[in-house]
């Protein structure tokens, strides 16, 4: 048997936009950290451990039109930076070796709201409402379909003995009902949070936690240093 690697394909990106913020949009790059990460947890000390296959859950990315409730004009998100970075990244992971791309679905309910950065300023009085620009909002889009999927294949591959290992790169702990059930089974739970913090509760439902990327820049320093490298580093 060998080990499953496990990655939420949201917090993977929003980690490795923190770390590499000069590679915000390049799907080449966000690809080959994904896949050179996930297996640097394969080799720990004098131990080398089997790849089963990674997992990479994600959504398709926006594609329709909205109406811009500030301009009136309607926005194609089809042909917007993130929709491309996204469609490129999805289809750069179709063609790694032993990557199997999980997608979900988007709600129907998408809805225009304020950048949380704003929205701050505007309580603290710094901004005021009529002074908002398209730049200061965005579509509140929520992913379906993921979770599920992540603690449907967690059961699968521990109930079918297909694995003895799991690591999952996640930040939440959703993932804690999956987790009990695969210790229970015998299978060690290894978690990545890509250098968070993990509270003690947490703890008590894993077996173990390491992180394989380069840890991020403090954010005051983030725009005077060069991109990490791609070569992982353990903890």
């Known amino acids: ?3 499953a690697i496990l990655i939420d394909g949201a917090f993977f990106l929003k980690r490795f936009r923190r770390i590499e913020p000069d590679n915000y949009f390049n799907a080449e790059r966000a ?8 297996l640097a947890h394969l080799k720990q000390r004098n131990t080398r451990h089997e790849l089963y296959r990674i997992f990479f859950y994600d959504c398709p990315p926006l594609e329709k039109q909205m109406r811009d409730p500030l301009t009136k004009k309607n926005v194609n998100f089809k042909a917007s930076e993130e929709a491309i970075f996204r469609q490129d990244l999805h289809q750069r ?12 679905h988007l709600s129907d309910m998408t809805e225009w709201t304020i950048k949380p950065r704003v929205i701050g300023e505007l309580l603290k009085g710094k901004r005021q409402f009529d002074s908002l620009t398209s730049d200061d909002i965005i579509p509140s889009v929520k ?5 599920m999927r992540i603690g449907l294949d967690i059961s699968t591959l521990v ?16 993932f804690i009902p999956a987790a009990k059930l695969a210790r229970r089974e015998g299978v060690d739970f290894v978690l990545d ?5 993990v509270s003690d509760g947490l703890h008590e439902h894993i077996d173990g936690k390491r992180t394989t990327c380069p840890k991020p820049p403090e954010p005051k320093l983030a725009a005077e240093k060069a991109p990490a490298p791609c070569e992982p580093t353990g903890v």
């Open 1 to 3: 048997m060998g080990t």
């Open 31 to 38: 690809a080959d950290c994904a896949w050179r990460w996930a």
């Open 93 to 104: 992971l179709r063609t790694k070796r032993k990557v199997a791309l999980r997608l979900g």
């Open 143 to 147: 992913q379906k379909g993921v979770d």
């Open 159 to 174: 109930l079918k003995k297909q694995i003895d290992q799991i690591i999952l790169i996640a930040g939440d702990a959703d």
């Open 193 to 197: 949070p890509m250098w968070l913090p």
